[in-house]
Nanobody, 128 residues
Framework: QVQVVESGGGLVQAGDSLRLSCAAS????????LGWFRQAPGKEREFVAA????????RYADSVKGRFTISRDNAKNTMYLQMSGLKPDDTAVYYC?????????????????????WGQGTQVTVSS
């Protein structure tokens, strides 16, 4: 099983950018489909973005489309979430999640129920 640690969160102003990282140790990262989720205070955890095993397929929540970019570097065992044009509504704890997939699968997953493994989260706070 892979252990993942998120980093890169912080306090920024509206309009600023941040890049979150999800670094993995253990098994090769390339066997996993990956996703970013977030949970704001008092709200349910929600899907943000997902990327397939090989990185060819990505999907975004409508609320972040055009502002966030998900990517991965399997050689570095790291996934990224580049966030730009941040808004106060983006304030949340951001989690990376992963699931093992077959070598021939290039799917992306939006539902958190598809991800058995999760990181501890990193806080992103956007002030107005």
């Amino acid at each position: 099983q892979v252990q993942v640690v998120e980093s890169g969160g912080g306090l920024v102003q509206a309009g600023d950018s941040l890049r979150l990282s999800c670094a993995a140790s253990g098994r090769a990262f390339s066997v996993y489909a990956l996703g970013w989720f977030r949970q704001a205070p008092g709200k349910e955890r929600e899907f943000v973005a997902a990327i397939s095993r090989g990185g060819d397929n990505t999907r975004y929540a409508d609320s972040v489309k055009g502002r966030f970019t998900i990517s991965r570097d399997n050689a570095k065992n790291t996934m990224y979430l580049q966030m730009s044009g941040l808004k106060p509504d983006d304030t949340a704890v951001y989690y990376c999640a992963y699931r093992m997939v077959s070598p021939f699968e290039d799917s992306v997953y939006e539902s958190e129920r598809n991800y058995p493994y999760w990181g501890q989260g990193t806080q992103v706070t956007v002030s107005s």
